[in-house]
């Protein structure tokens, strides 16, 4: 069965600072993994994904991740924070048959402190 | 903007009543599923319906029923509500790629409070 972990549920940063969300995956197949974001009673945001092409993904806003099979992680990174970025970021696998459902991980909170 | 409406945003509810919500799907897009994100955590599969048919399935109660229409809009029903019912709930939408993957479109989502 699929699942991802985050391993962080709260992440603070000063603006201007690296951004690091971490994420592993279980995966039996070559999977398909996305990371959204959520900000505070809004729906979700699809940043990036990635689908068994390049495995650096570039996604919106200057955030990007790389896949790591070896490491089975998908972390996500930003050069520089800023205070738009505050949000909750949720890392998600694609069910590779059937319904291809979403597996969401459990979120990380970013907090970007001037 | 993804081009998933949901409606209503905001409901409040009481203890064993019943709550129909609302989800138009993206145009072209056959497939839709319901996610119950409680508060603080992921959003959690609930079920899919592909072409007016239940497509899968998660680990929630038979009081959680879905509809898919022609137009392949959608209601997910909910009856007999408990207190830990209380969330967002999500629809999203999607539709082949050609590759197998399907990307999802997700709604603003509606949030039901039940008291």
């Known amino acids: 069965a699929q699942s991802v972990t985050q391993l962080d549920s709260h992440v603070s940063v000063s603006e201007g600072t690296p951004v690091l969300l971490r994420c592993n995956y279980s995966?039996?197949?070559?999977?398909?993994l996305f990371w959204y974001v959520q900000h505070p009673n809004k729906g979700l945001q699809l940043l990036l994904k990635?689908?068994?092409?390049?495995?650096l993904v570039k996604g919106i806003n200057g955030f990007e991740a790389e896949f790591k099979k070896s490491e089975t992680s998908f972390h996500l990174t930003k050069p520089s924070a800023h205070m738009s970025d505050a949000a909750e970021y949720f890392c998600?696998?694609?069910?590779?048959?059937?319904?291809?459902?979403?597996?969401f991980g459990t979120g990380t909170r970013l907090k970007v402190l001037a | 903007e993804t081009g998933v409406t949901q409606s209503p945003t905001h409901l409040i509810k009481t203890r064993g009543q019943q709550v129909t919500l609302r989800c138009s799907s993206q145009s072209g897009h056959n497939t839709v599923s319901w996610y119950q994100q409680a508060l603080g955590q992921g959003p959690q599969f609930i079920f899919q319906?592909?072409?007016?048919?239940?497509?899968g399935r998660g680990n929630f109660p038979p009081r959680f029923s879905g509809l898919q229409f022609p137009n392949y809009s959608s209601e997910l029903n909910v009856n007999a509500l408990e207190l830990d019912d209380s969330a967002l709930y999500l629809c999203?939408?999607?539709?082949?790629?050609?590759?197998?993957?399907?990307?999802?479109?997700f709604g603003p989502g509606t949030r039901l409070t039940v008291t």
């Open positions: 319906y592909y072409r007016e048919e239940e497509n």
């Open positions: 999203a939408s999607s539709a082949p790629t050609g590759n197998g993957n399907y990307e999802q479109y």
């Open positions: 998600v696998v694609s069910e590779s048959s059937g319904t291809y459902k979403y597996i």
């Open positions: 995966s039996s197949y070559s999977p398909s």
């Open positions: 990635y689908t068994s092409a390049a495995t």
